[in-house]
Each structure stands twice: as C-alpha cells, then as structure tokens.
C-alpha cells in the first residue's frame, strides 16, 4: 500500500517540478510581462551608426538581445575589453586582426557594409606635399592603432620613416582634430568625415588617402569572444541577423540614416551628408570576410611590425563566417 502511494506521488512530484521550472522559465523570460533578453556588450566607438539604429528601430530587440555599446577609441581597446571580459562583440579595425593573430580569445565572425581602409591624412591648408610635413609635429594615434600603421604605411611609400616625423598623440579624432585647428600639429590621420569637416571650416586640407596605398585590403571586422561563441551561439546568430536587417534599411533609407546619425548621434550634417549620401548606397550587406583582402593586411601588418613576421596564422583560421544569415 505503501509502495502504491510513493507510485501514484512521483508523477504528481515530478508534475510539481515542472510546473515550478516553468514558472522560473517565465519569470525570468517575462518580468513585468517584459520578456528578458540576453545581453550583448558590443565595443564600439561612439555613434555606430548601424548598432544605434539597430537599437532604436528594435531590430536586435526581436532577436531577444538586448544590446549595450560599451565605448572605446579604438581598435587596440575593444581588443583589451573583449581579453578583459568586459565586452562580448565588437567592430573596430586592424587592431582586432593583429589580436586575433596574436592569440586573444576572439573570433571575427562578419564585416562591417564598408570594411576597406578609409583614413585620411589632413594637413594644414599650406601643405602641397607629403614631404613637406617632414620634421614636422604630427598627430597618428596611438601605438597599434589602425591610423598609425596609415600613416607609416603612407610614409613608406613615400620613402620616409617614423622618426622622420615628430609624433604627437593628441587623442580621438576630434581632439587631434582641434589640436590642428590650434597649430599644435601640421597634420593628422583621421576619418574622411572629419577630414572634409577641416576643409569646409577652412583650417584643413586632405592630403593623402591611405585606401591609395593599401591595395586590396580589409580594415575592418565584427568580432566575437570565444566564450561567448561556445555559451550562446544562437546570440551570436541572432546578432548578425539584425546587423544585416539594419543596414539593409539603411542602405535603401540613406537619407533617414543621415538625419538620424545628425539628430541622434550629434553629427555635424554637411560633412556626414557629403560623404555618406555617396557610400550609404555601395554599403556590403553580405557581412562576409574578403579574405584576400585579409591575407594582404597580414600582410601589411607583418610588415610594419604589428604582426610577428613570423606568424604562420592564417585568415582561415582567425574567421568563423557560420553565424552569418543565408
């Protein structure tokens, strides 16, 4: 008899469990009748313009993410935030390439819609030549940075060195910017935004176009970390979904793009507009690695000593385009 009663309780045990397991399933799916979304914390620099709309339309939002941008200047940082656990994706140039090769716990997993190399060198208006910022005080970045390998891969073109020039770092785009504009360096690298900005102004001249002296090569990368690619693949997946969701409106809204880039991520109109209304439409949609383009900024960067020359990785083995919608 006994036995009988432990029979007939195990189903109705088991019955309870379930039901409780459900109950703490939705609790934590459904806080307030809000479902809860995993979290992404994608490093960027500020005013991504394809994750901030992504946000705001709620595109990542549909694929149950809920995505928060943790800032950095550069390439160099989002590679640290990810080795530091502070961060789970990220998007940022070269930096993320030499990492990857180097043994940080990262995958790239897609590419930006516009991932070639697009820094510029902005000089003072006076300045015809390259050559005459020789012995000068110039602004290239930071170690590691992808506008310092611009510039050098630029002066060795034009058969110079680094100690040829005075190298100030004077910050982010916009404090090297200002640093121009107050005479403290004769030139910077810098986006082509901000370059065409100096020349509008009238305290700026864009006087060399790396992409000029890269030949094929791919700048540009989405990243994500080991870790989080083993836990929560379907995140990974569900991410570069609405990536390509978002800058496939983009693409076909250029102009609600610009006005939300000016209204939402405070850039100045006209030299965003003159430079975005011409490559918003030739946008990438695709995510997918150029991987000869990879194979040659290896390449570059073994050359100019970011990557050990006698590395042996490939870019086969530093990409993982799975997650990548069909």
Same mark, same amino acid.
């Given at each position: 008899m006994q036995r009988l009663k432990i029979i007939k309780l195990v189903p109705l045990f088991l019955l309870a469990v379930f039901v409780a397991g459900c109950a703490k399933k939705n609790e934590r799916q459904a806080k307030d009748g809000v479902e809860q979304k995993t979290l992404v914390r994608y490093a960027t620099s500020a005013g991504n313009l394809p994750i901030s709309f992504g946000i705001k339309k709620g595109y990542f939002a549909e $694929?149950?993410?809920?995505?928060?941008i943790v800032t950095i200047t550069g390439g160099v940082e989002a590679v640290t935030a990810? &080795? &530091?656990?502070?961060?789970?994706?990220?998007?940022m140039g070269s930096p993320v390439l030499v990492g990857a090769v180097a043994g =940080? /716990?990262?995958t790239i997993i897609g590419s930006p819609p516009a991932n070639g190399q697009h820094f510029i060198l902005v000089s003072k208006p006076q300045y015809k030549s390259f050559a005459e910022l020789k012995g000068k005080p110039v602004s290239p970045g930071a170690p590691g940075q992808g506008t310092i390998q611009a510039f050098n891969v630029i002066a060795?073109?034009?058969?110079?060195? /680094?100690s040829d020039f005075q190298y100030v770092n004077a910050g982010t785009s916009a404090n090297a910017l200002a640093a121009l504009q &107050?005479?403290? =360096?004769? &030139?910077?690298?810098?986006?082509?935004?901000?370059?065409?900005?100096a020349e509008?102004?009238?305290?700026?001249?864009?006087?060399?176009?790396a992409a000029d002296y890269f030949g094929h090569y791919q700048h540009s990368f989405i990243f994500a970390t080991n870790s989080f690619i083993k836990e929560k693949p379907e995140a990974v997946r569900g991410f570069l979904a609405a990536y390509r969701k978002t800058v496939e409106y983009l693409?076909?809204? /250029?102009?609600e793009a610009i006005q939300f880039a000016v209204?939402?991520? $405070? $850039?100045?109109?006209? /030299?965003?507009?003159?430079v975005n209304e011409k490559e918003i439409p030739t946008w990438d949609t695709s995510g997918r690695i150029d991987f000869a383009g990879t194979e040659h900024a290896i390449k570059i960067l073994k050359d100019l000593g970011d990557i050990d020359p006698n590395s042996k990785i490939t870019a086969q083995q530093i990409v993982d385009e799975q997650f990548l919608p069909k």
């Open positions: $694929q149950g993410l809920e995505v928060k990810a &080795a &530091a656990g502070e961060a789970d994706l990220g998007g =940080v /716990p990262i060795k073109a034009k058969g110079f060195k /680094p &107050a005479g403290k =360096v004769e &030139a910077v690298i810098t986006s082509e935004i901000v370059g065409v900005k509008i102004e009238g305290f700026g001249k864009i006087l060399e176009h693409k076909v809204h /250029p102009d209204k939402e991520l $405070q $850039q100045d109109e006209v /030299p965003f507009r003159k």
